[in-house]
RNA sequence: GAUUCGCUAGCUCAGUCGGUAGAGCACCUGACUUUUAAUCAGGGUGUCCCGGGUUCAAAUCCCGGGCGGAUCACCA
């Protein structure tokens, strides 16, 4: 570092200012290899071309040299030679480091061993790098690093960059899709005074002229369905959530979610909608639903649907719907070695079954439907039984991807729900919704029947880049401050 | 939060039984006008994560702490 510093003095010595200003760019790497691609082996091109980037790699031969130049399209080898570029040019060459940053100009050419290649007429210092890059064949491994100077794991590990222009290609397949059928897209509150819509232990912050304490949002759910009483009818927000929880593999504190509202649906729509999204984004990227995760092949197009309690069914043999009292249900758990809680009723104790016993083995694509009434506070009663909804959830790779259901537009009911979440608050559920009662107060004056739905965004990145940890597709993820 | 593994040069890593701190790449000096992990000759650039302890002597052994990974717990 003492040398680069050293570097950079000899530039300004030589009237060169080492932090240079705007530059005109006409090619791309890429685009000098589309339209230059047919020259023949020491065949040069007639015009002359000018590029930008950084220099990932410099050969020295004395009078001449190779380099290779890195924008945002990928890489091309530069080619500096003495004749060419004068002795004062060749000697400022001569004082430049693998990280800096040049805009150049000169004609392409292909060189003996076949590299397409820019003959550099002149170049122009634009930012000189301080500090020395990782090792280019080893790359940066240091995941800490990776995470924390997310920037040189961008610049040294191109399948990193790749990763995230797929982020953005699947999130922008996803306004497409909804954007067709007419759903528009909101932007709802990220600060309140109540954190309701899912079940989670919120962030919470202190606002100062109107002191008083704000939850950051833990769902969108609420203010969406608010919209659709408000008559938009179909409306999406893609946002980020924030849940104060514990940090792993698949969590993140703060994290992305797609939460998507039609009025006069169901979840029966809500599913399409669901295969829809994950089959356009994954065609966008590999141009098929057969993807492949961590080693296993995965088809997305047409996942089966099985309630929950007939899952249940299939792998213990047990049939929780088929108990009347929580005895019964406690009984047939301690048969099967579940654990449960003391609040929990039939339902609860039928969800822990689930998670206990169902939830890890669901690698193939698969809806999961009707779920207890009891853990699902916000969702509609199933017609035909009471006990529980008309809820889904969609599972990959043992890993829950969306949750969507009917909504319930009954106020009368969704008080009652609140009232029983306080219950279970009281009885120690820190996660238990809190009562919204302006929510209940827009749900009087009607909500249509109306499907909903919420993706992870995050975990859907996840599955199609193959990436293990949520933080290898969070630009950065959130680690621990370190100490001073 | 628990268990466990890791932290040594800019990067990737080695370091034996406790005895002068190592390699490759990067970097520096020199040679080289079509190389591509360029090559050749020479050069080691360090808070061994931090703080204590044991010892004549600690990267190494012990205790405490920090950060990270994995697994579990938590988290619909």
């Not at 820019?118 to 064949?137: I, Q, T």
């Not at 990227?285 to 007939?310: A, C, H, W």
């Not at 992870?456 to 950065?476: E, K, N, Q, W, Y």
């Amino acid at each position: 570092m003492k040398i680069r510093r050293e570097k950079l003095n000899a530039f300004i010595e030589k009237g060169v200012q080492p932090f240079g200003h705007r530059f005109e760019v006409t090619h791309h790497a890429a685009d000098i290899r589309e339209e230059f691609g047919s020259l023949e082996v020491e065949q040069e091109s007639s015009d002359e071309v000018k590029i930008a980037g950084r220099i990932m790699a410099i050969r020295g031969h004395g009078k001449a040299s190779f380099g290779v130049l890195a924008d945002r399209s990928g890489s091309i080898q530069i080619y500096f030679k003495l004749d060419v570029l004068g002795e004062e040019k060749y000697s400022q060459f001569k004082l430049l480091d693998i990280g800096d940053i040049i805009g150049l100009r000169g004609k392409v050419f292909r060189t003996k061993r076949g590299e397409l290649t820019v003959r550099v007429e002149n170049f122009d210092l634009l930012s000189k790098s301080l500090r020395p890059l990782p090792e280019k064949f080893h790359g940066l491994k240091d995941v800490e690093i990776r995470y924390r100077q997310r920037y040189l794991d961008l610049i040294m590990n191109p399948e990193v960059r790749d990763t995230f222009l797929k982020r953005t290609e699947i999130i922008k397949s996803m306004r497409k899709y909804l954007d067709d059928r007419n759903f528009i897209e909101v932007e709802t509150p990220i600060l309140s005074t109540i954190a309701g819509g899912a079940a989670a232990r919120p962030f919470v912050t202190h606002h100062n002229t109107l002191d008083t304490d704000l939850y950051l949002r833990i769902a969108t759910e609420l203010n969406l369905k608010r919209l659709i009483v408000g008559g938009f009818e179909r409306v999406y927000e893609i946002g980020r959530i924030f849940r104060n929880e514990g940090m792993d593999n698949r969590h993140n504190p703060e994290f992305t979610s797609v939460e998507i509202y039609q009025a006069y649906g169901d979840y029966n729509d809500l599913i399409d909608v669901t295969e829809g999204i994950c089959c356009a984004a994954a065609e966008k990227i590999f141009g098929t639903t057969k993807i492949t995760y961590q080693g296993v092949e995965i088809d997305l197009k047409n996942p089966p649907r099985l309630s929950m309690n007939d899952a249940v069914k299939n792998k213990t043999g047990k049939d929780f719907l088929s108990c009347q009292t929580v005895e019964e249900a406690r009984k047939m758990a301690d048969e099967i070695g579940v654990a449960y809680e003391e609040r929990f009723g039939i339902g609860g104790i039928l969800n822990a079954a689930f998670e206990e016993k169902v939830e890890d083995d669901l690698i193939q694509p698969i809806f999961i439907t009707h779920h207890p009434t009891e853990i699902s506070p916000l969702a509609k009663k199933n017609p035909d039984d009471p006990r529980i909804t008309d809820r889904f959830e969609f599972f990959v790779y043992g890993r829950e991807l969306a949750n969507g259901f009917t909504e319930l537009n009954d106020p009368i009911d969704q008080k009652n729900r609140f009232e029983e979440q306080l219950k279970a608050r009281e009885a120690g559920d820190e996660e238990a919704h809190v009562m919204d009662t302006d929510f209940i107060r827009a749900l009087e004056y009607g909500l249509p029947p109306t499907g909903g739905l919420g993706i992870g965004v995050d975990r859907l990145v996840m599955l199609l880049t193959d990436a293990p940890s949520i933080r290898d597709v969070l630009l950065f993820p959130t680690m621990k401050v370190l100490a001073e």
